[in-house]
């Protein structure tokens, strides 16, 4: 019996050779709704939790809550794309979203921006998930590999540019104009999409019925291989990420700044996380996909080692904008670099597994990342942040379990030839 993982990927022939500028930059401007989501209200907690009296542990939930909703509702996105076409999930992912953004503007208790934290979670996903399952709709090897490292480099750039314009619209008015600032970014993402083509043709699809919709999550659920690489990334992917979850506390308590000097941390993150990206692109076509990922893991945890030396080694930063800051930020820029070299491969190393389900596949295979980016940012974050030391060792536990994970992927990857030729 002819396995999901054994299917050709080349049955469904990809309908362009490269992608032009207008595509590039809207399924970036897709992806780049979560970090904008999440990284904006940064700077805004001080005043939500002065206006509302929240803790520091409620206020994490702002961010938790987001990420644990997008994770549950991510399994579903996928296969209606499946069914329904991709621009049709998105744009209505994109419409619910607005409106959750726009509410939260009036929300009169902390109880209700959660609420609509929810809300938010729920529907995003449509968007950024479903937009990494376009660039291969689209798009085959080489090409594929090309354009999601263009989108990645693009996708960078959000993590630095969101708590930075937060800062920025927190000088115009109180928390609320974050919200609104928001919003409008998601019109505009919105009209971008709509302007797209439709990467998914109706002979394609699958028939909508809940029955089908299940059982494509239920065929793909249970592949060890993609459950193998969807923990893989998860993990090697949260050393990267802890420090977006923690930033808050990091920036402010640890590194004793204030509430426009998020890019004090991101900047670095996110310099690493381009010049990744941008080596994955040029890497296209020299370079095996699962030795760029592997390549990717071991110099995570190298860089991981050598961000637990720094913080051990040099005293805490001032406190202030100087050059004490430099050895702690060195390491995780790094890390950011290394694990971009695995984890835009990596997407595509799920997507072909399934590529007459790759809605279905992209779900599942991100709701692992995201429930550990929950997680993080709900959970473990306020638990890790006692001081720097205490982050760079959760970091590389993190990226060292990834790495053994790939490890078994690839190990089991070897067995199965042997497998099929052995005598019965």
């Known amino acids: 019996m002819t396995t999901p ?20 930059l809207t399924l970036a401007a897709l992806g780049m709704l979560g970090p904008f ?215 402010v308590r640890l590194l004793g700044l204030g509430e426009q000097d998020f890019w004090v941390l991101f900047g670095p993150l996110i310099i690493g996380m381009m010049a990744g990206s941008y080596l994955v692109g040029r890497a296209a076509d020299a370079m095996d996909r699962s030795r760029l990922i592997t390549f990717g893991y071991v110099g995570t945890v190298i860089t991981s080692v050598l961000n637990l030396v720094l913080v051990m080694v040099f005293p805490d930063p001032s406190g202030q904008l100087d050059a004490s800051l430099i050895p702690v930020l060195i390491g995780p820029m790094l890390m950011s670099f290394t694990a971009s070299l695995f984890f835009a491969p990596i997407q595509l190393e799920i997507l072909d597994l399934f590529p007459h389900q790759r809605g279905a596949a992209a779900s599942l295979g991100t709701f692992f990342t995201l429930i550990m980016n929950a997680l993080l940012s709900g959970v473990i ?18 990226v060292v379990i990834g790495s053994l994970l790939w490890a078994w992927h690839l190990a089991e990857r070897r067995r199965q030839p042997m497998r099929a030729a052995a005598p019965l």
């Open 37 to 251: 989501t999440i990284n904006t209200v940064f700077p805004a907690f001080t005043q939500i939790g002065e206006e509302f009296g929240a803790s520091d542990v409620v206020l994490q939930q702002l961010i938790s809550v987001y990420l644990a909703s997008f994770a549950v509702m991510s399994v579903f996105h996928g296969p209606l794309s499946d069914a329904l076409g991709r621009k049709k999930v998105m744009l209505a992912g994109l419409a619910i979203y607005i409106l959750a953004m726009f509410g939260a503007v009036f929300a009169s208790g902390m109880g209700m921006l959660i609420a609509l934290r929810v809300l938010q979670g729920m529907s995003a996903g449509a968007a950024t998930i479903v937009s990494r399952v376009v660039i291969r709709d689209l798009f085959a090897g080489a090409e594929a590999q090309r354009l999601m490292a263009q989108v990645m480099m693009i996708f960078a750039l959000s993590p630095v540019i969101a708590p930075m314009l937060g800062g920025w619209l927190l000088l115009l008015g109180d928390w609320r104009w974050v919200f609104a600032g928001v919003g409008i970014y998601g019109v505009l993402v919105m009209v971008a999409t709509a302007l797209m083509p439709e990467s998914l043709p109706k002979e394609n699809r699958i028939p909508l019925r809940v029955g089908s919709v299940v059982g494509a999550l239920w065929e793909v659920g249970r592949s060890p291989a993609l459950v193998r690489i969807a923990l893989a990334t998860a993990f090697g992917f949260a050393a990267h990420f802890v420090f977006v979850a923690a930033a808050p506390i990091i920036v």
């Open 5 to 24: 993982e054994a299917t050709d990927t080349a049955t469904i022939p990809p309908r362009r050779r490269t992608a032009g500028a207008r595509i590039t």
């Open 381 to 398: 974050a306020p638990l890790i942040t006692g001081s720097l030391t205490v982050v760079a060792v959760a970091a590389l536990a993190y």
